[in-house]
Protein backbone atom coordinates (compact mmCIF):
# COMPACT_ATOMS: atom_id res chain seq x y z
CA UNK A 1 0.00 0.00 0.00
CA UNK A 2 1.05 3.94 -0.87
CA UNK A 3 4.50 1.65 -2.48
CA UNK A 4 6.90 3.43 -4.30
CA UNK A 5 7.30 0.02 -6.21
CA UNK A 6 3.73 -1.20 -6.29
CA UNK A 7 1.01 1.85 -7.70
CA UNK A 8 -2.34 2.31 -6.50
CA UNK A 9 -3.26 0.92 -10.29
CA UNK A 10 -2.88 -2.59 -9.43
CA UNK A 11 -6.03 -4.72 -8.04
CA UNK A 12 -4.17 -6.21 -4.89
CA UNK A 13 -6.01 -6.15 -1.82
CA UNK A 14 -3.62 -2.91 -0.21
CA UNK A 15 -4.99 -0.65 -2.56
CA UNK A 16 -8.30 -2.05 -2.69
CA UNK A 17 -8.77 -1.03 0.93
CA UNK A 18 -7.11 2.45 -0.36
CA UNK A 19 -9.61 3.08 -2.31
CA UNK A 20 -12.29 2.15 -0.16
CA UNK A 21 -11.34 3.87 2.64
CA UNK A 22 -10.64 7.11 0.93
CA UNK A 23 -14.20 7.03 -0.63
CA UNK A 24 -15.43 6.44 2.74
CA UNK A 25 -13.52 9.66 4.33
CA UNK A 26 -14.76 11.68 1.48
CA UNK A 27 -17.86 10.75 1.98
CA UNK A 28 -17.60 11.59 5.66
CA UNK A 29 -16.27 15.05 4.91
CA UNK A 30 -19.20 15.80 2.54
CA UNK A 31 -22.02 15.00 4.99
CA UNK A 32 -20.12 17.20 7.25
CA UNK A 33 -19.75 20.18 5.05
CA UNK A 34 -23.61 19.39 4.08
CA UNK A 35 -24.76 18.94 7.89
CA UNK A 36 -22.61 21.97 9.27
CA UNK A 37 -23.29 24.67 6.89
CA UNK A 38 -25.36 23.40 3.99
CA UNK A 39 -22.98 23.25 0.93
CA UNK A 40 -21.56 20.24 -0.52
CA UNK A 41 -17.95 20.05 -0.15
CA UNK A 42 -16.56 18.46 -3.41
CA UNK A 43 -19.51 19.18 -5.43
CA UNK A 44 -17.15 22.00 -7.45
CA UNK A 45 -20.09 21.76 -10.15
CA UNK A 46 -22.28 23.39 -7.38
CA UNK A 47 -20.31 25.74 -6.27
CA UNK A 48 -19.78 26.77 -10.26
CA UNK A 49 -23.27 27.17 -10.54
CA UNK A 50 -23.59 29.28 -7.22
CA UNK A 51 -21.16 31.82 -8.26
CA UNK A 52 -23.30 32.45 -11.55
CA UNK A 53 -26.58 32.69 -9.51
CA UNK A 54 -25.33 35.01 -6.71
CA UNK A 55 -23.39 37.09 -9.23
CA UNK A 56 -26.47 37.55 -11.22
CA UNK A 57 -28.64 38.79 -8.52
CA UNK A 58 -26.16 41.41 -7.62
CA UNK A 59 -24.41 39.53 -4.10
CA UNK A 60 -20.59 39.85 -5.43
CA UNK A 61 -19.43 39.29 -1.78
CA UNK A 62 -21.07 36.38 -1.96
CA UNK A 63 -20.06 34.94 -5.44
CA UNK A 64 -16.26 36.04 -4.51
CA UNK A 65 -16.86 33.66 -1.54
CA UNK A 66 -18.28 30.48 -3.28
CA UNK A 67 -15.43 31.36 -5.98
CA UNK A 68 -12.47 30.92 -3.37
CA UNK A 69 -13.95 28.09 -2.43
CA UNK A 70 -13.07 25.75 -5.40
CA UNK A 71 -9.92 27.45 -5.70
CA UNK A 72 -8.83 26.09 -2.53
CA UNK A 73 -9.50 22.34 -4.31
CA UNK A 74 -7.22 23.22 -6.69
CA UNK A 75 -4.64 24.33 -4.70
CA UNK A 76 -5.02 21.03 -3.05
CA UNK A 77 -4.76 19.12 -6.27
CA UNK A 78 -1.47 21.55 -7.62
CA UNK A 79 0.08 20.32 -3.73
CA UNK A 80 -0.36 16.91 -4.55
CA UNK A 81 0.88 17.47 -7.79
CA UNK A 82 3.78 18.18 -6.21
CA UNK A 83 4.06 16.00 -3.29
CA UNK A 84 3.13 12.78 -5.57
CA UNK A 85 2.58 13.28 -9.29
CA UNK A 86 5.40 15.24 -10.29
CA UNK A 87 8.10 12.58 -8.41
CA UNK A 88 6.23 9.94 -10.47
CA UNK A 89 6.94 11.45 -13.53
CA UNK A 90 10.92 11.89 -12.58
CA UNK A 91 11.33 8.34 -10.85
CA UNK A 92 11.21 9.40 -7.61
CA UNK A 93 9.33 8.70 -4.39
CA UNK A 94 6.11 9.89 -3.85
CA UNK A 95 5.32 11.76 -0.71
CA UNK A 96 1.91 9.85 -0.07
CA UNK A 97 3.09 10.30 4.32
CA UNK A 98 2.76 13.85 3.75
CA UNK A 99 -0.05 13.91 1.79
CA UNK A 100 -2.22 12.24 4.59
CA UNK A 101 -1.05 14.13 7.05
CA UNK A 102 -1.78 17.14 5.34
CA UNK A 103 -5.36 15.97 5.33
CA UNK A 104 -5.25 14.58 9.26
CA UNK A 105 -3.92 18.16 10.13
CA UNK A 106 -6.81 20.28 7.52
CA UNK A 107 -9.84 17.85 9.36
CA UNK A 108 -7.85 18.07 13.26
CA UNK A 109 -8.18 22.04 12.30
CA UNK A 110 -11.43 22.01 11.46
CA UNK A 111 -12.61 19.66 14.36
CA UNK A 112 -10.35 21.97 16.95
CA UNK A 113 -12.17 25.34 15.34
CA UNK A 114 -15.43 24.11 14.88
CA UNK A 115 -15.77 22.75 19.17
CA UNK A 116 -13.78 26.10 19.49
CA UNK A 117 -17.29 28.10 17.86
CA UNK A 118 -14.89 29.97 15.12
CA UNK A 119 -18.06 28.28 12.97
CA UNK A 120 -20.72 29.42 15.04
CA UNK A 121 -23.23 26.83 15.78
CA UNK A 122 -23.51 23.46 14.26
CA UNK A 123 -26.08 23.39 10.77
CA UNK A 124 -27.45 27.59 11.33
CA UNK A 125 -28.94 28.51 8.07
CA UNK A 126 -26.32 30.93 8.39
CA UNK A 127 -22.92 29.67 9.43
CA UNK A 128 -19.92 32.00 10.73
CA UNK A 129 -16.92 31.83 8.70
CA UNK A 130 -18.37 28.97 6.68
CA UNK A 131 -16.03 29.98 3.61
CA UNK A 132 -12.90 28.94 6.07
CA UNK A 133 -14.48 25.61 7.00
CA UNK A 134 -15.62 24.86 3.46
CA UNK A 135 -11.99 26.16 2.18
CA UNK A 136 -10.25 23.51 4.54
CA UNK A 137 -12.32 20.83 3.40
CA UNK A 138 -12.16 21.27 -0.48
CA UNK A 139 -8.29 21.48 0.15
CA UNK A 140 -7.83 18.38 1.86
CA UNK A 141 -10.91 16.97 -1.02
CA UNK A 142 -8.29 18.46 -3.83
CA UNK A 143 -5.10 16.66 -2.03
CA UNK A 144 -6.69 13.37 -2.22
CA UNK A 145 -8.70 13.56 -5.17
CA UNK A 146 -5.27 14.39 -6.98
CA UNK A 147 -3.12 11.83 -5.12
CA UNK A 148 -5.78 9.04 -6.17
CA UNK A 149 -5.96 10.73 -9.66
CA UNK A 150 -1.90 10.46 -10.31
CA UNK A 151 -1.55 6.97 -9.09
CA UNK A 152 -4.13 5.74 -10.40
CA UNK A 153 -3.15 7.27 -14.20
CA UNK A 154 -6.42 9.52 -14.22
CA UNK A 155 -8.58 6.40 -13.66
CA UNK A 156 -10.08 6.07 -10.23
CA UNK A 157 -11.88 9.52 -8.27
CA UNK A 158 -12.66 9.12 -4.63
CA UNK A 159 -13.97 12.42 -3.59
CA UNK A 160 -16.87 12.61 -6.20
CA UNK A 161 -19.03 9.94 -7.82
CA UNK A 162 -20.25 11.30 -11.10
CA UNK A 163 -16.72 10.04 -13.29
CA UNK A 164 -17.34 6.90 -11.25
CA UNK A 165 -20.67 5.98 -12.00
CA UNK A 166 -20.26 7.31 -15.69
CA UNK A 167 -17.23 4.83 -16.13
CA UNK A 168 -19.68 2.18 -14.26
CA UNK A 169 -22.33 2.30 -16.88
CA UNK A 170 -19.70 2.28 -20.02
CA UNK A 171 -17.92 -0.47 -18.07
CA UNK A 172 -21.30 -2.48 -17.68
CA UNK A 173 -21.76 -2.13 -21.46
CA UNK A 174 -18.44 -2.99 -22.39
CA UNK A 175 -18.97 -6.60 -20.93
CA UNK A 176 -22.26 -7.13 -21.53
CA UNK A 177 -21.50 -6.32 -25.33
CA UNK A 178 -18.36 -8.18 -25.16
CA UNK A 179 -16.64 -4.74 -26.96
CA UNK A 180 -13.44 -4.78 -24.33
CA UNK A 181 -10.72 -4.49 -26.66
CA UNK A 182 -9.48 -1.68 -24.90
CA UNK A 183 -8.61 -4.22 -22.20
CA UNK A 184 -9.48 -8.01 -21.33
CA UNK A 185 -12.82 -8.68 -20.03
CA UNK A 186 -11.41 -9.78 -16.80
CA UNK A 187 -9.72 -6.36 -16.20
CA UNK A 188 -13.28 -4.74 -17.33
CA UNK A 189 -14.94 -6.92 -14.91
CA UNK A 190 -12.30 -6.20 -12.02
CA UNK A 191 -12.73 -2.05 -12.75
CA UNK A 192 -16.59 -2.32 -12.45
CA UNK A 193 -16.69 -4.13 -9.51
CA UNK A 194 -13.79 -1.74 -7.85
CA UNK A 195 -16.33 1.23 -9.63
CA UNK A 196 -19.55 -0.43 -7.46
CA UNK A 197 -17.36 -0.40 -3.64
CA UNK A 198 -16.32 3.13 -4.30
CA UNK A 199 -19.74 4.12 -4.61
CA UNK A 200 -20.54 1.85 -1.81
CA UNK A 201 -18.29 3.13 0.32
CA UNK A 202 -18.80 6.76 -0.40
CA UNK A 203 -22.47 6.63 0.58
CA UNK A 204 -21.52 4.28 3.39
CA UNK A 205 -19.44 6.88 4.85
CA UNK A 206 -22.14 9.60 4.19
CA UNK A 207 -24.31 7.44 5.97
CA UNK A 208 -22.58 6.57 9.34
CA UNK A 209 -21.12 9.90 9.60
CA UNK A 210 -24.35 11.63 9.07
CA UNK A 211 -25.08 9.84 12.41
CA UNK A 212 -22.22 11.08 13.87
CA UNK A 213 -22.59 14.55 13.27
CA UNK A 214 -26.13 14.57 14.15
CA UNK A 215 -25.32 13.57 17.51
CA UNK A 216 -21.89 14.95 18.28
CA UNK A 217 -21.69 17.92 15.72
CA UNK A 218 -18.05 19.19 14.79
CA UNK A 219 -16.76 16.19 16.68
CA UNK A 220 -17.95 14.09 13.82
CA UNK A 221 -15.26 15.34 11.51
CA UNK A 222 -12.79 13.20 13.92
CA UNK A 223 -13.88 9.98 11.24
CA UNK A 224 -12.07 11.23 8.51
CA UNK A 225 -8.91 12.54 11.21
CA UNK A 226 -8.76 9.02 11.71
CA UNK A 227 -8.79 7.79 8.41
CA UNK A 228 -5.99 10.24 7.85
CA UNK A 229 -4.01 8.80 10.88
CA UNK A 230 -4.26 5.35 9.73
CA UNK A 231 -3.11 5.96 6.01
CA UNK A 232 -0.49 8.26 7.49
CA UNK A 233 0.67 5.98 9.50
CA UNK A 234 0.69 3.24 6.67
CA UNK A 235 2.17 5.06 3.96
CA UNK A 236 5.42 6.06 6.22
CA UNK A 237 6.24 2.16 7.29
CA UNK A 238 6.11 1.43 3.45
CA UNK A 239 8.22 4.52 2.65
CA UNK A 240 10.41 3.81 4.82
CA UNK A 241 10.24 -0.01 3.89
CA UNK A 242 11.36 1.56 0.21
CA UNK A 243 14.07 3.16 1.44
CA UNK A 244 15.69 0.75 3.33
CA UNK A 245 14.93 -1.23 0.04
CA UNK A 246 16.36 1.19 -2.37
CA UNK A 247 19.62 1.52 0.37
Known sequence: MFSYRQTLAHFSKSNVIIWLSLAF?????????????????????????LVGTESAQGRWTAALGMLAVPVFFIIGAMLSAVLVDKRIQIGKKPLYPIVMLLIFSLTLAVTTAGNLGVFGNFGAEIARNDHFLLAALCLACGLQNATITSAFGAIIRTTHLTGVTTDLGIGMVRVISGSHHIQPRENEILANWMRVG?????????????????????????????????????????????LDTSS
Open 198 to 242: IIVSFILGSLISAYAFMHVQYWGFLIPTSIATILFGWSLVNFNSD
Open 25 to 49: QAGSINTGGYLSCHRFVSHITGFGT
